[in-house]
């Protein structure tokens, strides 16, 4: 069943006032505004969340996804009680309870978190105060400890409370046995971030990449803890790696079912304009001059219709060259 929620389909609820953005900047903004829109965005997104409806998208071998509270969440249900990976935003508190009551009467057991950023992360709170087990990368536990900027947003996150600090961690592998489900959990290296982790479900044959995959849009990459376009394009090699054209791809933003054709896709585009802002660097461009050169203008039509606009997007490329 798929219901409507209130501003997006994408899963990061605000696909309207991006595309209203990218149509009023031309999608090249300066840096300043970019940053007061990107400061803006995360009260604007924590207040859609607040008042969105989940849509419920059924998988395989009893794997939900749940789309609305930020970043696209899996749940894996069964005797075991029910699986989550990642939490969504706290304010969904109420939209999210009554989607999991809805897949089981079983309590939330276990919670893994495939980054920090807190429209993945920041429901931990309530759900680690319902007994739930948090598993993470030890970067994640650490970036939810303390106060974090992340200088792109111009916007410091305050620390979780102690009960959605993961108490588990991974360095670089760890396996689960759930609900008839042999789970995977494997770290990138520095993509996205540096605390990134995906989640294969073995017999069910799906593979949950987190945000290192935005299904046809431009992503984030948060260089202030650790990511970069590099990083980017190697854990989509390393998705590509364990995937198959069978495979169910579930992403962190965008369509939340997605396949291998779709991520390798995603994965060309970001070497394709990974390789054209290199060459204006080369031939000494600044940033600004660079993004002035709309390096991205193939792909904007597609791609960039969400709140990374292409100029947005140019500058975080930039920045990892």
Known sequence: MKTEHMLSRRG?????????????TGGWMSPR?????????????????AKSA????????????????????????????LVMVDAGISVSRLQMTKALSALSPEPVT???????????ADGNSWIGAGG??????????????????????????????????????????????LNGQSLALKHYGPAHTDGDISV?????????VGDTYWNGIYPFIDYSTGG????????????LAVSTDKTIIVPGHGTPVSNRAELQEFRDMLVA?????????????????????????????????????????????????
């Open 12 to 24: 990061f609820c605000l696909c309207c006032i991006g595309a209203a953005t990218f149509a009023a």
């Open 33 to 49: 505004n970019a940053y007061a829109e990107a400061r803006g965005l995360v009260s604007l997104i924590k207040d859609s969340a």
């Open 54 to 81: 989940i849509s419920t998208y059924k998988l395989r071998n009893n794997i939900t996804i749940l789309e609305g509270s930020g970043g696209n969440v899996a749940v894996l249900s069964g005797k075991d009680g």
């Open 110 to 120: 276990h919670l893994i978190n495939t980054h920090w950023h807190f429209d993945h």
């Open 132 to 177: 739930a087990k948090i598993i993470a990368h030890e970067n994640t536990r650490k970036y939810l400890s303390h106060v974090q900027r992340v200088e792109d947003w111009d916007y410091n996150f305050l620390p979780l409370e102690q009960s959605g600090v993961p108490k588990h961690v991974v360095s670089k592998e760890h396996s689960l046995k």
């Open 200 to 208: 294969m479900f073995g017999e069910a044959d799906a593979l949950h």
């Open 228 to 239: 970069s376009i590099d990083g980017m394009i190697a854990a989509s090699d390393a998705n």
């Open 273 to 321: 304009i990974r390789e054209i802002v290199a060459a204006l660097k080369r031939q000494g461009r600044s940033r600004d001059e660079a993004v002035a050169a709309k390096p991205t203008a193939a792909f904007d039509a597609k791609w960039g219709n969400f709140v990374i606009d292409p100029g947005f997007f140019t500058r975080l490329v930039y920045a990892g060259g």
